[in-house]
């Protein structure tokens, strides 16, 4: 669709990194300074919801989902990840998998709950150097799957 | 776990219907004044995340959910549909499955951001009903699928 952010597949450096991309999906990191770590799985096609899929569509973007969501507790050890797909303002499939800290800076609301706190500098710094890892797991562990 | 409230497998009229319990999960709907029709799968036993269920485990969990978003459009008719497992202060799976309605007190936002607007009254109350519709629907899904 025209109108769709999530249509134009492309990704400006200051939104993010395209971590992946197959005929279905891509994968992104999310350029997002309070919860490094954040990545994004989209299907490319303009679908609202997971139930326009078929089954075999499904299972082939959640088994991603949860690749992702493997290689992240691996690299990152966050204290919970969060995966969710809402699509409210944008409404073309793409799940969101974070990265949770105790010390995040919404912890322990949503990704989209007012902040709750500030985390030290040099923790997220950390916490960014480690994201860059993750891109380079990721790419590794979708290789293996395919 | 015993200070986990997921663990404690009941649940209080205020908070909720349970719809439909198997071996391994369990539907509640729950009851939201904002978003009726909202619904919870939880798996029984407790697990943190979705990577540490085996892969069976994972595809039947993600079965359930998508078959309540299929019942929950086909009864519900929302704009959108959110689904979410998050977990942050209960880390034991349980999915968030959520009809949206572009005047729902927290569209276009999440279910978990700050209250936009006010339902219409006679708008909540016809969708109250529907939500009851809902937890038959959602039994004879099951019912098919098992």
Redesign the interface.
């Given at each position: 669709m025209t109108n769709c952010t999530l249509c134009k597949d492309d990704i400006k450096p200051e939104e993010g990194q395209l971590i992946w991309r197959g005929d279905d999906c891509r994968i992104i990191l999310v350029n997002d300074l309070d919860l490094p770590g954040f990545c994004r799985v989209i299907w490319n096609r303009h679908v609202?919801?997971?139930?326009d899929l078929t089954g075999g569509e499904?299972?082939h973007l959640?088994t991603l989902v949860?690749a992702v969501?493997?290689v992240m507790?691996h690299v990152m050890h966050p204290d919970?990840?969060?995966?969710?797909?809402?699509?409210?303002?944008v409404?073309h499939i793409h799940w969101h998998v974070i990265p949770?800290f105790k010390d995040d800076a919404f912890?322990?609301?949503?990704a989209?709950?007012?902040k709750t706190q500030e985390t030290p500098v040099p923790v997220l710094a950390m916490r960014q150097q480690k994201s860059a890892e993750l891109v380079d797991a990721i790419k590794a562990e979708i290789a293996f799957l395919a």
């Open positions: 609202p919801e997971m139930t499904r299972e959640m949860f969501e493997k507790r919970k990840i969060n995966v969710a797909s809402l699509g409210n303002m409404p949770r912890f322990p609301g949503t989209w709950s007012n």
